[in-house]
């Protein structure tokens, strides 16, 4: 009987073929699920997924596959989603697949063909870059959502070789996917990740979410006999056995290939590549040329490609593959010849001497140049098909040393791979075209772009996948290598672009404006949407700089030239920037007015960045007229539409942090608790998250974790080191100093306050500086009440009553401002001891009580009743405002001011009066009514002697982020373990079931 190549069952692997199955039975019962499979080349990762996968199709799962390949630098964009969506396109037929992409379907045809309609995909209209492949991750996401209601396995192989537009995507998915039955399985070599590798920081993020970790190990002797034994049909000489787990360390590939190359040899080879070359050293010299060629092509090599590079005539071509496939080193994959293991085929690579290795990559270049499909070749041929293609002939030419070649095929690639919204292959292709811009001058006259355009567009490629820094240097070179004489037009756009970097980059505001202002000055006045476009950036910039009367003006030019010419997307970012200096000089109703038009004009071209920034300002103005409610509904519908089109780790962030904001002052803090992982996580453009952080931090604050705030507050300060735009930096200050009061640290507080006083000095930042004023006067009260008068110290006096009064008229129109202001108001009584510091207090609880801001008017009747008691007031009015802060403060879960306020009640020995009856403050009352509804849900599952494993399953968190509950849950109610928790829960009438449903088993 012959032998086999491989055995024919799986060796030692049940336990982790039970965690795939376990994994789709979770998966089939509606949440979906990701498995990460790890280990060493050749310990069996592939076997193991075509056992389970094989299972899972008897079963009846459906199971598509898709492979990444080894090419340097990932140069073919989303190599593995283009098998797996022609395995989806056969399994499923182009008429289901067109319904369940619905409005979808434009933008994915850049992926399949099935769903191409009669438009052309490679029409500039659909969409940009920046936006496009964002809209392209979020729509396959949903369309896989939409596939996936019955059991699904989606393999990912080599996640290693993963190019990086794949890596986006599949962090698109694992993170986002909600609904639907699919299991998604990546396998990766752990030993070929360089410390610096992207794909380490992604798979690090994943596991902080829950992702599952199959790791797999060499087999030990006995099960590396049983291996040889399943190959061999009988059991090995035992000498041998021993010998070739010695020399394989129980690598079940490796024992394959030493069995069947040497298998009664005393001696076996020494080296891993003298293994794996044994059995193609005795290839005849057609058939070595053969298995080269197919090493070479990178991806396999269709038999049409073998007969143009390999020279040889068809039977001889025949013979020749025939015999490296019964040597079982090739094999017939559709219209291709790869493989069996990658392992074999880089070890044919190493072994192709440099001469050779030249030839043959020239060979292969010419002959996929001729097969280049057209751009309007039909249905037939995808955007992203297309895009691998030209990187395809790109890196082959680059390979042959044909820089001439190499330079004009890699700037084909790029744009190629720019219109299948493959952005970090995009940049790969232009960065290697301007290397050899000066490498191949005789080139240059047949490019498509010249050096400008190749370091603008490898800009705005950099700044899309946040590289920022990266894309100012390359704009400096862009406006460097330009003849702003000869074309004022082309450099003022890119002084546009510059300006947009350095916004983005935090750079100091001075350098943003004056880059702005370079492009409206070599922008020709000429009506034209470029001069629409520079003056919109120029008005936006200097809004978000408080200098609101100049912006207006210039938004107002604008608007004008953008309605003239017809530039509809130039007038919607007119009227946002319009709009919003409105709402700050006063005039609300039109200021929102206008907001509201540009949205609706937004709405038609679909754009998620000109969509988002339009919820983030109308939102922003919302709370700023005191409109919380409305600014939480406007700005959270932005959230969901950031998170639809996939630009909620970018665009979406600015609109996020205006959600969690209006929710703080609704007091709606459960609501910003469950949208919330375990931190600041400052991969990507950190400077976009600054926003939600700082809300974040604001909310960590009053509700007493002080930790945790001072993690968020860190985030920004790391984020905006370079500077940043004014509002960006006084907001982080009063973050910092509403930290510092709460922490006790006055002077501190005091301190932050100038700082952010020095920023937004000038400016027509009102809201933020009322805010400030708040917290400055609370600094200059507290420092002042500390030294008392009998300490001799002299009393506080930082000129905030000034300011106060002198921005009191422009806040008037502002009620979020106004409220603040009163609070500023209150807080300088305190400070001088003022008799009139009750009445104070009252009006900002009136203030904050008309807009619906629960904690301030808690703060505002805390700080009433301790100055009616210090005035020799009436105790019942004390009680009255102790009774109306006590269940703001425990409903909120707000611990400090609770803290406060039970002592205070304690102190003055007064009763509070709450629901009608008089109630006595007590710790157990106070610890439980500080609880988040999370932290209530954690509770009741403790009590029912939930693991953290079980309590992440049942309210789909991580573990991670159930123990940080946990910790929160003992800390409040004193309580040193989980058993005393749980007693606790019980003893207050806690418990119930929890999400929903019945407790986890």
Request: hydrophobic letters at 45%; charged letters at 25%; proline letters at 4%.
């Amino acid at each position: 009987m012959p032998r086999r190549l491989s055995c024919p069952q799986l060796i030692a692997r049940d336990h982790e073929l039970g965690q795939l199955r376990s994994a789709l039975a979770r998966a089939a019962g509606g949440t979906p699920q990701t498995l990460f499979v790890v280990g060493e080349a050749g310990v069996g990762k592939t076997r193991l997924v075509h056992e389970f996968a094989e299972r899972a199709r008897d079963e009846g799962a459906r199971v598509w596959t898709g492979n990444c390949l080894p090419l340097p630098d990932g140069y073919l964009p989303y190599a593995p989603i283009l098998d797996i969506l022609r395995a989806v396109a056969v399994d499923v037929g182009a008429t289901r697949l067109g319904e369940l992409a619905g409005p979808s379907a434009e933008r994915l045809a850049s992926l399949m063909p099935e769903l191409a309609s009669t438009r052309s995909r490679f029409d500039d209209s659909m969409g940009q870059p920046e936006s496009g492949q964002l809209r392209l991750h979020a729509e396959l996401r949903f369309l896989l959502e939409r596939l996936t209601d019955e059991p699904t396995v989606l393999v990912v192989e080599d996640l290693h070789w993963a190019d990086t537009s794949t890596q986006g995507l599949l962090s698109v998915l694992i993170r986002g996917l909600r609904r639907g039955h699919m299991l998604l399985v990546c396998t990766y070599r752990d030993d070929e990740l360089p410390p610096a590798s992207p794909l380490r920081a992604l798979l690090a993020e994943l596991s902080r979410g829950g992702t599952d970790l199959i790791t797999l190990t060499r087999l030990d002797q006995t099960a590396t006999s049983a291996q040889l034994a399943g190959i061999l049909h009988a059991q090995p000489d035992p000498a041998l056995a021993e010998r070739i787990f010695v020399r394989s360390g129980g690598n079940p590939f490796l024992v394959e290939e030493l069995i069947n190359a040497r298998p009664d040899a005393d001696r076996l080879p020494e080296t891993l590549r003298d293994i794996l070359l044994i059995r193609v050293r005795r290839l005849s010299p057609t058939a070595l040329r053969v298995l080269q060629a197919v090493a070479l092509a990178g991806r396999g090599a269709g038999h049409s490609l073998l007969e143009s590079v390999v020279g040889l005539e068809p039977g001889d071509l025949i013979a020749a593959v025939s015999e490296a496939a019964e040597q079982y080193l090739l094999v017939p994959d559709a219209d291709r010849y790869t493989f069996r293991h990658a392992l074999v085929a880089e070890a044919v690579l190493t072994d192709i001497v440099p001469g050779e290795r030249i030839r043959l990559h020239r060979a292969i270049a010419d002959a996929l140049t001729t097969r280049l499909p057209s751009e309007h070749a039909g249905a037939t041929v995808t955007a992203s098909a297309l895009a691998s293609a030209h990187a395809e002939v790109a890196y082959h030419w680059f390979a042959a040393r044909d820089l001439g070649r190499a330079l004009l095929a890699s700037i084909d690639a790029g744009l190629a791979a720019e219109r299948a919204f493959a952005l970090p292959e995009a940049r790969s292709q232009f960065d290697r075209a301007i290397r050899l811009w000066r490498e191949a001058p005789s080139a240059r006259e047949l490019a498509q772009l010249d050096l400008v355009d190749l370091y603008r567009r490898a800009a705005e490629m950099a700044y899309m996948i946040g590289d920022g820094a990266e894309a100012l240097t390359l704009v400096h070179r862009a406006i460097d290598a330009a003849d702003a004489r000869r074309n004022p037009l082309r450099v003022g756009i890119l002084h546009e672009r510059l300006g947009r970097y350095l916004l983005a980059n935090a750079s100091s505001e001075a350098s943003t404006i004056a880059a702005y202002e370079t492009a409206v000055r070599l922008v020709p006045e000429t009506p034209s949407g470029e001069r629409a476009r520079v003056l919109c950036g120029l008005a936006a910039v200097l809004m978000m700089a408080g200098r609101h009367a100049e912006s207006r003006l210039l938004a107002e030019q604008a608007l004008h030239v953008a309605r003239e010419v017809g530039a509809r997307r130039a007038e919607a970012h007119a009227l946002c920037t319009l709009g919003t200096d409105l709402v700050s000089l006063g005039d609300v109703e039109n200021g929102l007015a206008l907001q509201r038009e540009a949205l609706a004009i937004a709405g038609q071209f679909d754009n998620p960045e000109d969509l988002c920034r339009l919820y983030a300002n109308l939102s922003d103005r919302l709370r700023t007229a005191g409109r919380f409610a409305e600014a939480a509904e406007i700005a959270l519908r932005g959230v969901e539409l950031a998170e639809r089109y996939g630009t909620a780790d970018t665009f979406g962030n600015f609109v996020l942090g205006n959600a969690l904001e209006a929710l703080f002052w609704l007091g709606r803090w459960d609501e910003i608790d469950n949208r919330l992982g375990d931190g600041p996580i400052d991969t990507g453009n950190a400077v976009q998250k600054t926003n939600p952080w700082c809300a974040i931090a604001s909310l960590r604050t009053v509700q007493g974790r002080f930790d945790e705030a001072q993690l968020y507050v860190d985030a920004v300060r790391r984020a905006i080191a370079a500077g940043g735009h004014s509002e960006l930096r006084g907001y982080a200050h009063v973050i910092v100093a509403e930290l510092y009061l709460w922490s006790r640290e006055p002077q501190a507080a005091a301190d932050a306050v100038r700082q952010a006083l020095d920023v937004l000095a000038d400016t027509g930042h009102i809201p933020l500086m009322a805010r400030l004023l708040s917290a400055g006067g609370r600094a200059e009260a507290d420092l002042n009440r500390r030294a008392g008068p009998a300490s001799g110290g002299l009393p506080v006096d930082s000129g905030l009553a000034a300011i106060v009064m002198a921005i009191g008229d422009r806040a008037a129109a502002m009620p979020y401002a106004s409220a603040h202001l009163a609070v500023a108001e209150a807080e300088l009584a305190r400070s001088r001891g003022d008799d009139a510091e009750p009445e104070a207090w009252g009006r900002a609880a009136v203030h904050w009580g008309r807009l619906d801001g629960p904690y301030l008017v808690g703060y505002s009747r805390w700080r009433q009743a301790e100055a009616i008691l210090r005035t020799g007031g009436r105790r019942r009015a004390a009680a009255r405002a102790l009774s109306e802060a006590y269940p703001i403060a425990a409903r909120l879960g707000a611990a400090p001011l609770l803290g406060e306020v039970e002592a205070l009640s304690r102190r003055a020995r007064i009763d509070l009066i709450i629901d009608g009856g008089t109630r006595q403050v007590t710790p157990e009352h106070q610890a439980a009514l500080s609880l988040t509804r999370r932290e209530e849900e954690v509770l009741q599952l403790l009590g029912d002697g939930c693991t953290n494993r079980q309590i992440a399953r049942t309210l789909f968190i991580s573990e991670k982020t159930v123990s940080i509950h946990v910790s929160h849950v003992l800390a409040k109610l004193a309580v040193p373990n989980r058993a005393a928790a749980a007693a606790a829960a019980h003893q207050l009438g806690l418990l119930g079931t929890a999400a929903g449903g019945e407790p986890p088993s």
